[in-house]
């Protein structure tokens, strides 16, 4: 019970109304996917796990990543990764640059350099250290930003719409490698779409909200 | 450190902006009453105000400051509405919106000088047109620039006014959807104009009400413009405040208190009437669109408008290139069009004065500006940490220095100053900069700041980045660009600055402006092309610095280049 992602009677209100609840532990390696209409706060609800819950929100109950109580800890304490439909790569960074943010510190230069590299050739893109994100194609990009996400070593995988942008091709090919490098780490994948294929093939539980 | 220091810096950015205002101001009624313990006077008494109307030139000082404010007001509003309600989105339109940043940037004085030396009798535009089409062999008698009514001096303030005006228009623009309200309009038979200005102006006006209103304070209370163009026997009253200012006795300094606050009470009472007048104009307006004309003279509003425009770019343009000629000329008789030779002669007779100026002014200029930017950074990044927004409130306070006329609390900061022995000099002129200056620079880094996607904040903090690092590592480098431009526009800010360079400074520090300004009642007008020209280049350059930075250092990074 001790490891993966617990919401603990999480409770949304917004201005004093109540918006959301949600209660349930996602395991190391699970995927569990929120559904719903837009604005029945599916998004707000990972806002309170990443720390970054709008003013106008409130909320009770708590968040356990691995047994951490991480309701009140600052957002980059928390070790909770997240993917949002844009890729949101820093347009003044070159990709390895990108890669080199989300790379927790520590190593050499030559090691680091390395990790980066491999990151790279592990999603079919050796050799891209020195491009500008600007010029990829949205299957790259999203490859990148998946990268970077893992490469700070999170604890737990948040995907805010990620897919939703891609199209139908690019979108089931990019959707595999993110599930697929979520489950060789373990990690507890809490994922909120508005796409019923997406939700199919997370291959996990499915919450409806609103309904 | 930083994170200590965050949560006082909105506090501290109110002090820097207001405290002047309000120590100014305090510092102005003080004297007016007859208080002035320095020269062994104890108020309160009427005495000061007895005398003020007393003054003959009184009532004639009084009307040219309202004339000048509402005038200028009035018909730069009136152009700039008319333009964009009839041009947006031609090409014609683009040609003048490339040509606002530079425009804007041009200081006041340099602008007034232009027009000056474009428009006398002796001026460029009588030079083309004689002897042939005038018969003139000497410049005629007339007295255009400093005319009685103040009609010159009006029209330098609308065409500086006028860039004012429709960069601020183009902001609100993008909050309206015009685009589609004038489809509709279109679509329902309306005129170009008329459409516009029955759906987009009524929400378009009550975004740039605020810019309007410093329009106004600005065009009652202005001196360097005023000097250049304006009458002198007698000049408007914020003129009359800075001679009597200037004289050594201390009656006349009480005199200049109490006509400090009148002034004050000009400006309230003139935004008073303003208010009431938009109201006004709103019921009529609502009548108008009621009776559900389509607009029949839309096509003569639009050339009038467009002319007008031009007219306006092209004064301050080719203002500018007779400083030019100026500057470079040899002799030059009346009536030629060129002068005989041109040589750099004025530039080396000036070129030490002209350094040790700029010099002066480029200092100045360089630490309020850092200044100014910091505070600001360091309040729009405290209001996304403490996810608190400016209200409409806050709004206000920023826009009140603007609003204030530097007449009425300039004297009395001055006066506080030298009452508490601090000295008139550099440092405190720079402190009196920062006050013109912040509002400025916040209002340009405000938008772009704000509009930064949050989400790349989160996924900053997501990656392990403290607040702090995402503001350094993150959103600073992404907000180069707009960044720059604030900058660029605190320093044509500072630049352009006379009346606090003057008092605070005690005549003592000498800036460009300053200098440029000093040499109008001289008459010399290679030295004035001279000083001119270099606050227009002082004031110009960094915006050419902040489009060619940016462009430079993101080369390679498609994402910025079009901010």
Known sequence: ?211 | MKNRLLPVVPALTLVAMLGPVVAGLYGTILPAFGHLPAAGLRGPNLDAFRALLAWPGLSRSVTLSLTTGLGTTVVALALVMLLVAGWSGTRAFRLLERLLSPLLSVPHAAAAFGLAFLIAPSGWIARALSPALTGWTNPPDWLIVQDPLGLTMIGGLVVKEMPFLLLMTLAALGQTDAARARQIAAALGYGRTTGWLKTVFPRVYAQIRLPVYVVLAYGMSVVDVALILGPNTPPPLSVQIVRWMGEPDFTARLLAASAALLQLALVVGALLVWRLSEVLVARVGRLWIETGHRGTCDGPVRAVALTAGTVAALSVLLGLAVLAVWSFAGYWGFPDALPDAFSLKSWIRHGHGVLAALAETALIAGIVTMAALVLTIGCLEAEYRHRRTLTQRGLWLLYLPLLVPQTAFLPGLQGLLLNFGADVGRGPVMLAHLVFVLPYVFLSLADPFRAWDARTGTVAAALGASPDGVLWRVRLPMLLRPILTAVAVGLSVSVGQYLPTLLIGGGRVATLTTEAVALSSGGDRRAIAVFGLMQTGAALLPFALALLVPALAWRNRKGLQHG
């Open chain 1, 1 to 211: 019970m001790d490891k993966g992602l617990t919401l603990d009677r999480v409770a949304i209100f917004r201005n004093g109304t109540p918006l959301v609840a949600f209660d349930r532990h996602i395991a190391p390696g699970e995927v569990v996917s929120v559904m719903g209409p837009s604005g029945i706060g599916k998004s707000t609800l990972l806002s309170v796990v990443t720390g970054t819950l709008p003013p106008a929100f409130t909320f009770t109950g708590r968040i356990l990543l691995d047994g951490r109580d991480v309701t009140h800890t600052a957002p980059h304490r928390r070790m909770v990764g997240i993917l949002f439909q844009d890729d949101l790569l820093f347009p003044h960074l070159s990709v390895g640059a990108n890669l080199a943010f989300g790379l927790r510190p520590g190593g050499s230069p030559a090691e680091r350099r390395d990790r980066i590299a491999k990151a790279l050739v592990d999603v079919d893109l050796a050799g891209f250290e020195n491009r500008d994100p600007g010029t990829l194609s949205g299957g790259q990009k999203a490859r990148v930003a998946l990268m970077r996400m893992l490469l700070a070593d999170p604890c737990a995988l948040l995907l805010d719409e990620a897919f939703s942008r891609l199209d139908t091709a690019l979108r089931a090919q990019v959707r595999a490698l993110v599930f697929a490098r979520a489950r060789d780490r373990a990690l507890p994948v809490l994922m909120v779409t508005h796409d019923a294929e997406d939700a199919a093939a997370a291959g996990g539980d499915i919450v409806n909200l609103g309904m």
